[in-house]
C-alpha cells in the first residue's frame, strides 16, 4: 500500500505551501494521497473529477474544492482539457484562532466541508474575481519575497478563506447534488464503508453486497479512486484511528479493534506506514519525523 502522503514540515514557523496554476496532465496527476494540512483548490480551467473523501465531483472552472488534514483525495484530469488549478496548503497553527468575541472561524468552511460531507464549492463570477486576485498576489508576494511577504501572504489567505467561509453559510443545510459519476452502487458503498470500518470490508464481502463479481468491483473501483480496495479500507480506518487516539480514552488496543483491525502488530505497522510515527507517539503528540 503506497498512499502518497505530502510531507510539510511539522515544526515550520509558517507553515504554509503554494502550488501556483498548475496544469496537470493525468500523466502527471499525483496518485491518491493524504496529509495532515488543510488544502484548498482553485480551478481555472479544463475538465476532470476529483474523488474526496467518499464522492466524486466534475471538475469546471471557477470551483473551490475544501479538503481538510487527512482526507483521501485524488483528481482525474481529462485527458483533452486537463485541468489548470492553483492548489493552497496550510498547517493549522497559520490560522490558530483569535478570540474576538463571536464564534466565527476562518477554518470554518473546512469544518463544515467535513460535517457535512460537502467539498466542492460553485462560486459566482465576482467571487472568482475576487479569488483570481488574492491568489495573484499571494504568487507575487512568493516570488518577490520582500520583508514581511509571509505576513502579507497570510492576510490574503484569510481573505480566501474569509470569502468562501461566508459562501458556505455553515448555518443553512449544505444543498447536496447527485453525482453523474460512477455506478449507483459505488456511491452507496463508499458512503456506508464510512460507517462500518470496523466490520468485514473485504473485497468478496463488498463485491457480494453490490451484486457485482469481486472482479468487476475491484476493477471499477480502482479506475473511479486510483486505490484498490485493500489500501483504500486501510487508510480509512487509520484515518478513523487517528480521530479516536485523540478524541477518546481509549486504549489502543480497543482503538485497534474499534478501527477493524484483527491484530495489534498489524494495526501498529500500518499506522506507523500511514501515518508516519506510532499509535502511542501520535496519542502523545509527537510530531512524526519525515525525510
Known sequence: MNPLRKHFEANSPFPFAFVYKDTKSSQSELPDHLHDWYELVYVYGGKGTFFIDQTFYDMEPGNVFLIPGNTIHRAFPDYVQPITSTAIFFGPVLLQNTYLGDAFSLIGCFEHAKRSKTYKIETPILERQLLESDIDTIHREMAEAHPGYRHAVLLHVQQIL??????????????????TIGPRWMKQLLAEMDSQLDGNLSLASLSRHASVTPAHFSRVFKQLTGMNVTEYVTTKRIIRAKELLLESDDSIAIVAERCGFESL???????????????????????PKHP
Do not use: N, Q
Open 162 to 179: 474569509l470569502r468562501i467561509t461566508r459562501l458556505v453559510a455553515p448555518d443553512e443545510e449544505p444543498r447536496l447534488s447527485e453525482s
Open 265 to 287: 502488530p498489524h494495526f501498529h505497522r500500518m499506522f506507523k506506514k500511514i501515518a508516519g510515527l506510532t499509535p502511542a507517539a501520535y496519542k502523545k503528540g509527537v510530531k
